[in-house]
């Protein structure tokens, strides 16, 4: 049963961008809830970038939303690390998101008895780095991992993501890592924490049944699919799960903010 909502989280990519292009309606369903004054986070589970990375890059679409209103997986692994071990260190594959985000939570990097391996997104996947880890993990490091993606998208096609790296780490070592972004509830569940937001009354939008409704629904969010990302009509059919509804895309949510 669908609820009153007074609080909007949104995928982004699928979302409200495809390819590096602003899908319609979706600058007018961001200035919508700015203007409401509802609390709204937009979620990615990219870890390459930096809050005011993506923020320079959606102003440069036509978006006016603010550096503060988006959360990364990176965001959400470093708080998830310093609520875990405060003040601790890790040995990270990553770029400057995710660099960024557990610095800023007082994270020292090191590659000497470092009490976390963490793996995010690269486009520079180090075979040294990647044996780096290994070691480090059979010596006894943690792993945790900021997203489960096995592929992203590049301007050539796909590539393969954090979760293929991570598996090939896997396999290495026989340690399964901790995935912090999408569909860990954990990333809504800080997400929700940020802007001060109850699941009951909050919505998860999103164009992926297997990562953004997923774990929507098992937060206790309204989940709302769009179709103009990665999941289609037929997909729904094919999960044990449903979400709240499905909609062609946010411009049809624009009159519900």
Known sequence: MERHIEAWLTDMDGV??????????ATEFISRLRA??????????NSIYTPRDLHARLTRLGFDLPEEAIWTSALATAQFLADQRPGGSAFVIGEAG????????????TDFDPDYVVLGETRNYSFEAITTAVRLITKGARFICTNPDVTGPSNEGLMPACGSVAA?????????????GKPNPMMMRSALNRIGAHSLEA????????TDMLCGLEAGLNTILVLTGISTKADVERFPYRPSRVVASVADLIEEV
């Not at 995710?98 to 990097?109: S, V």
């Not at 919505?203 to 297997?210: N, P």
């Open 16 to 25: 409200l961008v495809h390819e590096g292009v602003p899908i319609p309606g």
């Open 36 to 45: 409401s004054g509802k609390p709204f986070l937009v979620l990615t589970n």
């Open 98 to 109: 995710l660099t960024t985000a557990l610095h800023a939570a007082g994270y020292i990097m």
């Open 168 to 180: 090939m780490i896997t396999k290495a070592t026989g340690v399964d890592p901790y995935f912090v």
């Open 203 to 210: 919505a998860m939008i999103g164009d992926r049944m297997d």
